[in-house]
């Protein structure tokens, strides 16, 4: 019977985390209440404390659990393509009118900043642990060379790039320009990471 009510658990939490991390990324952290998050998920108000202790502890978790579905889908994508492609799809995918449409499926970071910056140490802690592991994967797409330091910045810079440009083209009102934007910068994040050593 414990093991059982271990895996229900186990399940409810996912189910509370999966509706809490599109919520938010589309709805704003602060826009989002409990009672209504919960019957989402469809389970009581009086469930949520079993599973966290505040909604600080649920912001944190559904941000963390949305960056690794995030990472995951990247890796999987560009893992079917050859080396010398990765980088390119990955930007590709990044910076593409369905991410710019779809805020609450998409990177978390790239709808939640904002409100993030204004959390706690501990919370912005958490969130850039996430951040630095996308930054990893781009340092390890990035071509060859480079020091160890030179690849780790070039990385932070492109996903700057490509997360500002993401983020500009959600507040631009004229689809057109909006679509160049984001040819612009995959254009630019190309030029960005293949620079010369």
Known sequence: MARYDEEHKEVSRNQILDRASERFRRDGIAAVGLRALMADAGLTHGAFYSHFDSKADLVAAAFEHASDQT??????KIAS??????????IALYLRTLHRDNMAM???TSALLPEMAREDA????RVA?????LVDMIVE????????????????????LILGTL???RVETDPEYSDRMIEAGRE???QLARAPW
């Open 81 to 90: 393509v050859p080396n010398d492609a990765k980088l390119e799809l990955f």
């Open 188 to 190: 630019a994040a190309l």
């Open 129 to 133: 642990e996430k951040n630095d592991a």
């Open 141 to 160: 797409l990035l071509p060859p060379g480079g020091t160890e330091l030179a690849r780790r910045n070039r990385a932070s810079s492109v996903f700057a």
């Open 71 to 76: 990472l995951n889908y990247f890796r999987r």
């Open 106 to 108: 998409g990177c978390a």
């Open 122 to 125: 501990a919370m912005r802690k």
């Open 167 to 169: 983020q500009l083209t």
